[in-house]
């Protein structure tokens, strides 16, 4: 079974997270991630988990996925997404993000339906860019003739 494993890149943090996480897995990623954000010495960053394929995980691990979403936001995480393809994932991690205060620097984004999601997650991540806004039509300029 696949574990998560946690990625240093230009933005922050990247996260592969797929299948079931059992405690301890959970356990040996935060530890992981903890020793890549101390790394980055106080600097504020950005944070995309690629959770495809990810499935409901055990009460254990959604409380260690919940402590980590804290500790992340309290080291300096400005903004994240996280990218599923199941709806029992996505309702499972909107509850851990609502209970643990997150959910307001956070986005969701739902790669079986969105096959441009790598670019807004990272329009969110780098940018400010909410993909849950709708995007702007772009202004239509009218010339302007001289009399």
């Known amino acids: 079974?696949?574990?998560?494993?946690?990625?240093?890149?230009?933005?922050?943090?990247?996260?592969?997270?797929?299948?079931?996480?059992?405690?301890?897995?959970?356990?040996?990623?935060?530890?992981?991630?903890?020793?890549?954000?101390?790394?980055?010495?106080?600097?504020?960053?950005?944070?995309?988990a690629d959770a495809r394929t990810q499935k409901a995980n055990p009460p254990e691990t959604q409380e260690l996925v919940k402590e980590s979403m804290v500790w992340l936001r309290g080291h300096g995480m400005e903004r994240s997404v996280v990218v599923l393809d199941s709806t029992v994932a996505l309702i499972q991690i909107l509850r851990l993000a609502k209970t643990s205060g997150v959910y307001a620097y956070e986005r969701y984004l739902d790669a079986s339906k969105d096959p441009d999601w790598e670019r807004r997650a990272l329009d969110w991540i780098i940018r400010a860019i909410d993909p849950d806004l709708p995007v702007p039509a772009p202004v239509q300029v009218q010339p302007r003739t001289v009399r």
Request: glycine share 8%; net charge neutral; with cysteine.
């Open 1 to 48: 079974m696949p574990v998560p494993q946690n990625f240093q890149t230009d933005y922050g943090i990247r996260i592969h997270c797929p299948g079931y996480i059992t405690p301890a897995e959970a356990r040996a990623w935060f530890e992981d991630i903890k020793l890549k954000v101390l790394a980055l010495e106080g600097k504020p960053f950005g944070m995309l």
